[in-house]
């Protein structure tokens, strides 16, 4: 798939972080994207920086002189049905399919709270947004990709390296992570017959403000805390971009992009 084909895309979270980042590198690279979250207001601000604007962490100037793409905005809670089935049905209705999901809207819930005591409506939230929002947008773009002319599309997941080690005090955003795995390899065994590639990208201290606190200090497993290294959220925008435009012969079924020396492999 290349941006020359005029492909279409529907990135959910695309209002700040990861999402944002990978939102305008597909626009200034001539995708067409809907751009899903909960506050519009952030939405259009993704859709002005792809237009022309800049901001740090986010690619500027469309490759090869590419025209940028199309963007819609579609205010969007992925944990209520109804708002993954309007998303879905306002991009079919303006841009005539959908090439790729980047399944990416997800939050942490609240940090440093021991297993314990974290409140059922906190793990409760944690699960319905990253868990099962990722299915209800996978349902709708497996729906919609399986009965296009012509068939098929990709799906990339955003994982997270927690979906691999967990960091202290996680417990919901890990056993959502974990099981956002699962959710990827079904859905990329399930899609073979009708062209649907499924991949997953777990990403490791990105640059976004809900990663701002590793640069200052983060719990680690030994009890103490300790400054961590981050790494430009462009690379990670680039990086699905290049999974997005594999013909869909070809899967990148799981790609780790994590800052070179954080305390992930080894010892730290």
């Not at 594999?246 to 079924?253: F, G, I, K, R």
């Amino acid at each position: 798939m290349n941006a020359k084909d005029n492909a279409i895309a529907v990135v959910t979270g695309a209002g700040s972080g990861i999402g944002r980042a990978v939102a305008v590198e597909l626009l200034r690279t001539g995708w067409s994207v809907a751009l899903a979250g909960r506050r519009m207001e952030t939405l259009e601000e993704t859709a002005a920086l792809a237009s022309g604007g800049a901001d740090e962490g986010v690619p500027t100037g469309a490759a090869g002189g590419v025209p940028a793409g199309a963007a819609l905005t579609v205010r969007t809670d992925v944990s209520r049905p109804e708002d993954v089935s309007a998303l879905f049905a306002a991009t079919v209705q303006r841009f005539g399919r959908v090439d790729l999901l980047f399944n990416n809207a997800g939050t942490f819930g609240p940090g440093g709270v021991p297993v314990e005591e974290l409140p059922y409506e906190a793990w409760r939230h944690v699960v319905d947004t990253n868990l099962n929002g990722a299915f209800l947008c996978a349902q709708a773009a497996y729906r919609q990709m399986k009965e296009q002319d012509p068939q098929g599309g990709r799906i990339i997941n955003n994982g997270s390296v927690s979906a691999h080690t967990p960091r202290p005090l996680s417990v919901a955003y890990t056993a959502t992570k974990h099981a956002l795995t699962g959710l990827t390899k079904s859905l990329s065994l399930d899609g073979r017959p009708y062209g649907i590639a499924v991949g997953q990208i777990d990403i490791g201290n990105a640059a976004t403000d809900m990663t701002s606190r590793m640069q200052t200090g983060a719990l680690q497993a030994n009890g103490e805390v300790a400054p961590e290294p981050v790494m430009d959220v462009a690379d990670v925008a680039r990086t699905v971009r290049h999974m997005a435009e594999l013909p869909l012969e070809a899967n990148v079924q799981f790609a780790t992009v994590l800052a070179t020396a954080m305390p992930y492999v080894g010892r730290g």
